[in-house]
DNA sequence: ACCCTCATGTAATCGGTTACATGATTTA
DNA sequence: TAAATCATGTAACCGATTACATGAGGGT
């Protein structure tokens, strides 16, 4: 009933141009979904209610060659809406899920081979995403998009902090030369 | 039908010593809580899925003063299963939600006035959350209890890099002496 | 021939939170 | 006497993921 993060995340999408739930997803994958996952069920689920609230009209339009689609662009209560969310949402307070430090909390149990490689998996998952946000933080580099490219620098600046972590538990650990496997 | 995270937090938290699941409850919120969040329903319902997958025995206990507690220890297949699931689960790629960076994202269609009390609200829960984490790993500090210190320092490093990343906002839009408000 | 892109939708399931409901004892 | 602590449980809801289902056209 009441939009979530996730609704005025699409919203916000599509007050930038009118997309089909196709595009919303592309389009999320570049940008949003950097912190603010979502699937593509949980996007058509989503511009459904936005419509059924009225904050989004969609159009379906027929397409020679491709398969019909549907766009959708917010309406005038719909940017309302938007406007009434950025400028006075509250901050929600979010535990952050971070898996893999259960593990790491309970490491004393675990084979220090275990160890050693959960701390080789992620630092191989954190460097592939600190070296994908830093091509989408320099490609935005100099252009206006001022608070997209803030975005991206946050993700670098979380993964660099990742990166520092796992050096400091290696040495905690006394684990060397461990470089990729 | 499959045991989560949850489960095996639980569990890991059941094989340092029996509790009930009220001391779960208590004893998440110093430790694993910082980054596993968990509910005290979600806790409850998830010592039943243990009991039932096998993984752990409950037993009432009658207490004079207070009310009646059921204790749950891990059986033997319990162990196992935790031991296991320790050395070889495999990495879960988690989109890491971060609400606020939705905002920021179009930080460009936000009031400016919204812009850096958003800013300063993650400062100052950032802050927060910070000297809690540092208590936790000071008070940590020198224990054998090398992997719970190893996760309060990743609480750490992650907010410090987040009040960094604020810093750095604050200077891309010329936003000048808001030290807390 | 096969896979990728385009394009949408539904059904089932599930994990998690919130609220409802109860109630004794200790402490301020 | 009002509150906080100890202690459990259920019901409702909800957001999100996964899998199922379909299908044309273009490129290798």
Redesign the interface.
């Known amino acids: 009933m009441t939009p979530t993060?996730t609704s005025?995340?699409i919203l916000?999408l599509l007050?930038e141009r009118p997309m089909s739930g196709y595009d919303v997803l592309a389009a999320t994958k570049l940008?949003?979904?950097?912190?603010?996952?979502m699937s593509r069920a949980g996007i058509y689920r989503e511009l459904e209610r936005l419509e059924r609230l009225g904050y989004v009209t969609g159009s379906d339009v027929a397409q020679r060659d491709r398969p019909h689609k549907r766009i959708y662009e917010p309406s005038a209560a719909g940017r309302d809406a938007?406007?009434e969310?950025?400028?006075?949402?509250d901050?929600?307070?979010?535990?952050?899920?971070?898996?893999?430090?259960?593990?790491?909390?309970?490491?004393?149990?675990?084979?220090r081979s275990?160890v050693e490689k959960?701390l080789a998996?992620?630092a191989a998952?954190t460097q592939r995403d600190l070296d994908a946000l830093v091509a989408v933080h320099e490609q935005l580099g100099g252009s206006r998009l001022?608070?997209?490219r803030?975005?991206a620098?946050?993700g670098v600046?979380?993964k660099?902090?990742?990166l520092?972590?796992i050096a400091?538990?290696r040495e905690?650990?006394g684990i060397v030369g461990t470089e990729s496997r």
Chains 1, 2 share one sequence.
């Open positions: 993060t005025f995340a916000g007050s940008s949003i979904g950097q912190f603010w996952s938007l406007q969310w950025l400028d006075s949402a901050l929600d307070d979010e535990g952050p899920r971070v898996s893999f430090l259960v593990r790491i909390f309970f490491g004393r149990r675990m084979r275990s959960l998996d992620v998952r001022v608070f997209e803030l975005t620098r946050h600046l979380a660099q902090a990742r520092a972590w400091e538990a905690a650990l």
